[in-house]
């Protein structure tokens, strides 16, 4: 007895050190096998999309060009205008910007926060006499709005390094002069539609898909293995073309004198024809069908894993067929429909070129102004906060759904 | 105390439940799965139909439960013609082979479905499950899902959920195929427990004669979509009406022959190796061609210098060729008539003369456990 009680005490370390040491070694082989990609993924594609979101949070132009008045701005209570140590700050900053042609950044950053700016920073620098007694005096005498404490407010909002300028503005939001957050005005907020439209798009086009998809997937869960296959290559026929293809198929499809169009008037139903394209309608019809595939594949492969006995136990036990599908079959489908949902969801949020080439102008998703401000205006704070607000809500949505239905948890069952 | 269990009470039988009449199916238009049905389900009864896979049997527990819709012919139960009535209106419970419970339920949810469909209120519901949760020996399972169940407790939880709404008729489908023989074991006994104390009408399918031995009221030996047979479980394996039953309910050896004679009870049939034994008639008659079955049991060991034996007896040397101990008997391959294949069963304890293979013997059998049929 004594003896196997020593031989327990002794031996059970070493066995744990023996189990840790063969589970390092695991550890070790897959972390060994996972790496290459890891690597690759960190060189390109977290770390670029990471360097762009960053610019949503960074305002580096102006305190890199006026290092002198973002300094003595820093202790401005903001009430009254800034010292003259301010303006003599900014007559040498702007000296030194415009001999070292650096000027236009810090004007342009400055322009997107007040309409104007950059032509009030060109002309004043332009037109800065060679000796001066008070900067103060001169800088109001070349243009009155020196004399404006929004005008220090703006240049003191952009004195960075970190600020909050462009995530503010993609929620139609400002600094006023104070420093208080409060809403843009009218002309500038156009952001909070876009948004709300981006999600209403996509709300509207996951149910389309799913009260379009579901009978489908059923129909495919049902049948037997040959049709089935025959006709998922249907369903999976459109990620065989390219998605500009299948956009530009509706625009063919769609048009005044299209397809759809010719055939209503041939047939003698309509006397003009209709306006099907450049409208929300095409919008809709359009992601619906490319995104279709998405609802129907995961609600299909949940819905293979319902045994049909299930129906007729159901049935058996005395529930009518709506019943059974109620109380039966859908819930069982839960996480089809969770799936489904979510990826056409997620997906749509993004989408840019659809819209784009079969939407009118009212029609246009937060990717188009992402797209807009990264290669139209090259206002990369804007198209960064644009995409990090994208972003934000893709993630949201994934812990919804983790929550909800959980991922890859399969049902008891 | 009774020792032996109580003799089926026929008077609650006389009763018809359910009725097949003149019932047909077919697939394809081409072959009948099953062909010309009629069959009565008495009130009370334990009904198993068995037979080989594609002899009809589930085809016919479908029909009655409404998947299935008969291509021709009347079902009828307590006096309702079926043909309109759609399953969910039948009041016929199903218990499945793969127990369908329904995975996004609790066992109380699963067995309160029948009941809230009906709507049944709230109160009565969890009393009703409680109780049928007692009958099956599962209370206080009730708040867990079917997968955390074993197997066993599954099929007793698709029981509970086919009896609580108290059908007029409850239909298995072979429940315990997918158990293994222990436990499979115990619940043909469960069921038929329950079948007992609560009276209800059961109609069984399975493809084991064991289990159909064991839990029958009465067997309806199907094949080929035809009902063979059917009579209580000692009627089907006694007095099997044709070779298929004899040869698919228990063990029987196979001595094919020529009827030479009929006499009375019995009859002289010549085997093919020119052997002549007694045996009795079921369906031949002089000069038909025969299969001659014999039921491994029904044969015993003599002594070849042993004199004694009656006239009746059929007395053929024999050779044994192997020996089996299986405890509570020994199983014993001889050859026989010309055939080296036939078995044996000696119960225990009854060894003399002790068999060793190589041994020369005489197999003693009655005239009246030789079964003359015309083959298959």
Redesign the interface.
Known sequence: MIQAATVETTEIPALKRLLRRSQRRQQVTAIALVAPLLVFLLLTYIGPIGALLSRGILDPEVPSVLPRTTAALATWDGRELPPEVAFAALVADMREARSAGTLAAAATRLNYDINGFRSLMFSTARRLPAEIDSARDTLIGIDPKWGERETWAAIRRASGPVGDFYLLAALDLRRDADGNIVAAPEDQAIFIDVIARTFLISGVVTALCLVLGYPVAYVLATLPARSAGLLMIFVLLPFWTSLLVRTAAWVVVLQREGIVNSLLLGIGIIEQPLEMIFNRFAVYVAMTHILLPFMILPLYSVMKGI?A??L??????????F??FR??YL??TLPGIGAGCLLVFIQALGYYITPALVGGAEDQMISYLIAFYASRTINWGMAAALSILLLAATLVLCAVYGRLVGFGRV??? | MRMTPPEPDMSKLRHVLAQLRGVRKTYDGETLVVKDLDLDIFDGEFLTLLGPSGSGKTTTLMMLAGFETPTAGQIMLAGRDLARVPPHRRDIGVVFQNYALFPHMTVAENIAFPLSVRGVPRSDIAVRVARALDTVRLSGFGERRPAQLSGGQQQRVALARALVFEPKLVLMDEPLGALDKQLREEMQLEIRRLHERLGITIVYVTHDQAEALTMSDRIAVFHRGVIQQIDTPAAVYEQPRNAFVASFIGESNRLAGVVEAIDGAHCRVRLDDGTPILARPIDVGTGDATSVLLRPERITLADPSDPDGSSARNRLAAEIREVIYLGDHTRLRVSLAGRHDCAIKLPAGRRNPVPLPGMRVEAVFEAADCLAFRPE
Not at chain 1, 312 to 320: E, K, M
Request: proline share 23%.
């Open positions: 045994p006995v299930h007729r136990a159901a049935a058996s036990l005395g529930a009518p067929p019943t059974v109380r039966v819930p069982q049902r008891p069952g």
